[in-house]
């Protein structure tokens, strides 16, 4: 069983950044690929990003790649999500996600999942 706890979410102007971040709780973690996706009013859960067990190697979804980064701390548990030139198409409820396969650039890699924080950019 893994437990996931999303923070940092919030209201930002355009072109802000956020960092979000995910305790993980168990002893899974450091065998576990962690991921982020995020899901907007009247539109389905979107993968935006996911990082290999070890954190040497990352996947980021188009829409986001060059402004959103993946990362992890295996010590502390912790998966981040850095988010810059936020737009307000960027508007959702942000999940951490956690696998315990090797995959982790498809939805389907993912078995467990957060509450979510929300993200709102606007002026």
């Known amino acids: 069983q893994v437990q996931l706890d999303e923070s940092g979410g919030g209201l930002v102007q355009p072109g802000g950044s956020l960092r979000l971040s995910c305790a993980a709780s168990?002893?899974?973690?450091?065998?576990?690929?962690m991921g982020w996706c995020r899901q907007a009013p009247g539109k389905g859960r979107e993968l935006l990003a996911g990082?290999?067990?070890?954190?040497?190697?990352?996947f980021a979804a188009d829409s986001v790649k060059g402004r959103f980064t993946i990362s992890r701390d295996n010590d502390k548990t912790t998966v981040y999500l850095q988010m810059n030139s936020l737009k307000p198409e960027d508007t959702a409820v942000y999940y951490c996600a956690a696998g315990s396969g090797f995959g982790y650039s498809r939805s389907y890699h993912y078995e467990y999942w957060g509450q979510g924080t929300q993200v709102t950019v606007s002026s």
């Open positions: 168990g002893r899974i973690f450091s065998n576990a690929v």
């Open positions: 990082i290999s067990r070890s954190g040497d190697s990352t």
